[in-house]
Structures are given as C-alpha cells and as structure tokens.
C-alpha cells in the first residue's frame, strides 16, 4: 500500500531562498497561484483561499495517464511559500519508477543508458471542500516557462522527437547526477517546444487553473 505523507509548511511571503543549481533537487519551496486559460494572474474571492495539492506518479515516461493513488498530500495556501520535500517521497518514487514505457518509446522517445528509470511528479490540485479538480503546473514566475519534476535513478540523456495534435517537442536533457530535476519546456515557434533539463528556477509557482470536476 502506497502511504501518504504530509510534506509541507506554509510560510511568510519571503523572498525564495534556492539557488539556481542543476544538481539533485531534495526541497522546493512554491507559492500557489491562479491563472486563466491565457495565463493571466487571478484574483478572485470565489476561488479558495487553501487548495490540496496531490503528488501521483506517471513512470516510465514524462507525460500519460496516471492511474496509481497519490504518494503525498500537502495543504498550500494561495499567495503564500508552500515547502515540498522531495526526501520524504524519495522511497516511494525508487520503487515506482521504471525504465521507458513502451508508449513513451513509441512516441518518439529514448534514453541512455536503456536501464535508466525515471517518474515524472504529477501535480494534482483540489478544492478542499468541494474536491473539485483544477488543472496545475510549476512555473518559473508568475508569467515564466512550465516545468516537470522528473526523478532519473542515474546520470542519463533523455532524447527524440515527439509530435501530439500538431506541437512537436523536442527532447535534449541530459542530467548528471541521480534524482529530481525540473525539465523546463521552451515555446521555440507556435508549432515546436523545446525540452531540456533546467536549473532551479529562483521563483517557483504552482500555476493553477479552475478546471472541471476531478475527484479525489
């Protein structure tokens, strides 16, 4: 049975201490935040002020269907610095994660060494109160590039072409030491982003959208 840990503390407003780095990731701090469908900022009173953010799996691959219960559940405050340990998680994620899917290499994918494992973090957010689900994503600022949060169980390149209704993305990370990284995905034309492993952003936020209804 997978557990669930409470892994964060909210916190003043304060500036985000974290500096860029593109070694192992072990804490993120995050503010959460809402934005529209053209990623404008919200503010609006209807919106929960507290939201519940779940971390679900997706191994094998940096994208696809998650269907493995959360392995952690964290309480964020809207506007305020939420601390997401990654250590806490770390046993878990180890277990979970495996090596390409073969939906992952069918679309375009590869990686070396073909041993490597790796789990994307997903992030799924809900109003405490109704469940109600709302789409979700970190974010270098609050108008910044989008981020995942992979986990490698080595030092690997991850690479190929991927094309889903008419964007290709194009895959050149390389990481250099086992654990969490965020991938950045860059907007290079209106058709094509480029993905790459990134350094840790110096202000990290929690994009949420209000979206549909999404149960626990």
């Given at each position: 049975m997978q557990m669930v840990w409470?892994?964060?503390?909210?916190?003043?407003?304060?500036a985000f201490p974290q500096a860029p780095s593109t070694e192992e990731i072990r804490t993120i701090e995050f503010k959460a935040a809402y934005f529209d469908k053209d990623q404008n900022r919200?503010?609006?009173?209807?919106?929960?002020?507290?939201?519940?953010?779940?971390?679900?799996?997706?191994?094998?691959?940096?994208?696809?269907?998650?269907?493995?219960?959360?392995?952690?559940?964290i309480t964020a405050r809207i506007g305020e610095t939420t601390r997401l340990d990654l250590e806490q998680m770390r046993l878990e994620i180890e277990r979970s994660a495996t090596t390409l899917t073969p939906e992952a290499t069918k679309a375009g994918l590869a990686i070396a060494p073909r041993a490597t494992r790796i789990a994307r973090l997903g992030t799924f957010v809900y109003d405490p109160e109704t469940q109600k689900g709302m789409t979700s994503g970190?974010?270098?600022?609050?108008?910044?590039?989008?981020?995942?949060?992979?986990?490698?169980?080595?030092?690997?390149?991850?690479?190929?072409?991927r094309s889903q209704r008419g964007m290709k993305g194009?895959?050149?990370?390389?990481?250099?030491?086992?654990?969490?990284?965020?991938?950045?995905?860059v907007q290079e034309t209106p058709t094509s982003i480029r993905v790459a492993a990134s350094?840790?952003?110096?202000?990290?936020?929690?994009?949420?959208?209000?979206?549909?209804?999404?149960?626990k």
């Open positions: 409470a892994l964060a503390c909210t916190c003043p407003p304060t919200i503010s609006n009173n209807s919106l929960p002020k507290t939201v519940l953010l779940k971390i679900r799996l997706i191994p094998g691959s940096t994208f696809g269907e998650v269907t493995s219960p959360p392995i952690a559940s970190f974010r270098s600022g609050a108008r910044g590039e989008a981020f995942n949060l992979v986990y490698f169980d080595r030092p690997s390149k991850l690479t190929g072409v194009t895959y050149s990370v390389e990481v250099k030491t086992a654990g969490f990284h965020f991938l950045k995905a350094v840790v952003p110096q202000d990290i936020y929690l994009g949420i959208t209000p979206f549909g209804d999404m149960r």
